[in-house]
Nanobody, 125 residues
Framework: QVQLVESGGTLVQAGGSLTLSCAVS????????MGWFRQAPGKERAFVAA????????SYADSVKERFTISRDNPKNTMFLQMNSLKPEDTAVYYC??????????????????WGQGTQVTVSS
């Protein structure tokens, strides 16, 4: 019903910056909140950031506040994650996701209906 494709992940040095994008297609009219999650090897998928349909409300994990910025361009059906001051602990596969209205807490992975395939971000030092 809804398809999401992440792109932009790569190898980057600690302290560097990177922008991820998420292209959405399909039944985009059903989309509400969108979010970014990440999963490091051997760890559970963790919340990174979320943004409301209007873009007026955002939330961030404590570990990325003041470093990452989430945004969306609804006419282009695209979401972004601008990552600055990257740290080795940011290394993970990053996933974009979206959920329909009323599905649950924006910071919980199980609230989301649709997921992308992920893009690898590796931060070296």
């Amino acid at each position: 019903q809804v398809q999401l494709v992440e792109s932009g992940g790569t190898l980057v040095q600690a302290g560097g910056s990177l922008t991820l994008s998420c292209a959405v297609s399909g039944r985009t009219f059903s989309m509400d909140t969108m979010g970014w999650f990440r999963q490091a090897p051997g760890k559970e998928r963790a919340f990174v950031a979320a943004i409301s349909w209007s873009g007026r409300t955002t939330s961030y994990a404590d570990s990325v506040k003041e470093r990452f910025t989430i945004s969306r361009d609804n006419p282009k059906n695209t979401m972004f994650l601008q990552m600055n001051s990257l740290k080795p602990e940011d290394t993970a596969v990053y996933y974009c996701a979206t959920k329909t209205y009323g599905r649950g807490n924006d910071e919980l992975a199980y609230s989301y209906n649709y997921w992308g395939q992920g893009t690898q971000v590796t931060v070296s030092s």
